[in-house]
C-alpha cells in the first residue's frame, strides 16, 4: 500500500505562485507514476500533470502549461507541483495519485489518491 500526503496549499493572490508536495510512503516510488488532480466545487476532477517513474516526460492540462511545472525527487520520496501566474480559475483541491508505470491523464488507473491540499487564488 502507498500512502501519499499533500501539502503546501493555501491562499495566493491572482498572478502569484505557490508549490504542494505530495510525500510518498509505503511503496517503491521509483516504479510509480505521479499525477496531480484538482476539483474545484461542483466540478469533476480533472487532470492536472503527471510524471513518468523516471521523472522523464511530463505532461500537462493545456490550461496549466506553460504555468505549472511538475518534477519529483527519488531520493525524498516526493513529487511537486510549482505554479505559478496562478488565476482564480485555478482555485480546488488538489491531489496527488499513483499509479504502478503509468503516467496518463486518466484518473481511473490511479490506484492510490492523497486526501488533498486546498488551493485558493483570489482575485
Known amino acids: 500500500q502507498v500512502q501519499l500526503v499533500e501539502s503546501g496549499g493555501g491562499l495566493v493572490q491572482a498572478g502569484g505562485s505557490l508549490s504542494v508536495s505530495c510525500a510518498a510512503s509505503?511503496?517503491?516510488?521509483?516504479?510509480?507514476?505521479m499525477g496531480w488532480f484538482r476539483q474545484a466545487p461542483g466540478k469533476e476532477r480533472e487532470f492536472v500533470a503527471a510524471i513518468m517513474w523516471s521523472g522523464s516526460t511530463p505532461d500537462y492540462n493545456d490550461s496549466v502549461k506553460g504555468r505549472f511545472t511538475i518534477s519529483r525527487d527519488n531520493a525524498k520520496n516526493t513529487v511537486y507541483l510549482r505554479m505559478k501566474s496562478l488565476k482564480p480559475e485555478d482555485t480546488a483541491v488538489y491531489y496527488c495519485?499513483?499509479?504502478?508505470?503509468?503516467?496518463?491523464?486518466?484518473?481511473?488507473?490511479?490506484?492510490?489518491w492523497g486526501q488533498g491540499t486546498q488551493v485558493t487564488v483570489s482575485s
Open positions: 495519485a499513483a499509479a504502478k508505470f503509468y503516467s496518463g491523464r486518466y484518473s481511473g488507473n490511479y490506484a492510490y
Open positions: 509505503g511503496g517503491t516510488f521509483s516504479t510509480y507514476g
